[in-house]
């Protein structure tokens, strides 16, 4: 059974970090991109940010480009998302996706969800 646990949401000022980790177990997502999506109050769920099997390539969403950085650690089946300059309007829920294919960016589809981790800003 596939399994992928977000962590390392929490509340933060304006101008902080955070870091948030995505574990996936139950089997192994050799040549397939995973990414990271949020969805804020009253809204849809929105595409951030994928990186493909080895790492090599990204894609970002325009407002997170500088601020945002994916990363993947195949070895420990793990992804990170480290989070810099945080501003309230990065306040949402992330999810983390493993997308049936290598390819990047939101019109991948996404077959395995987590089940999200909250990230409140504060201004």
């Known amino acids: 059974q596939v399994q992928l646990v977000e962590s390392g949401g929490g509340l933060v000022q304006a101008g902080g970090s955070l870091r948030l980790s995505c574990a996936a177990s139950?089997?192994?997502?050799?040549?397939?991109?995973m990414g990271w999506f949020r969805q804020a109050p009253g809204k849809e769920r929105a595409f951030v940010t994928s990186i493909n099997w080895t790492g090599s390539r990204t894609y970002y969403e325009d407002s997170v480009k500088g601020r945002f950085t994916i990363s993947r650690d195949n070895a420990k089946n793990t992804m990170y998302l480290q989070m810099n300059n945080l501003k309230p309007e990065d306040t949402a829920v992330y999810f983390c996706?493993?997308?049936?294919?290598?390819?990047?960016?939101?019109?991948?589809?996404?077959?395995?969800w987590g089940q999200g981790t909250q990230v409140t800003v504060s201004s």
């Open positions: 139950g089997r192994t997502f050799s040549g397939y991109s």
């Open positions: 996706a493993v997308a049936r294919s290598g390819g990047l960016g939101p019109r991948v589809v996404y077959e395995y």
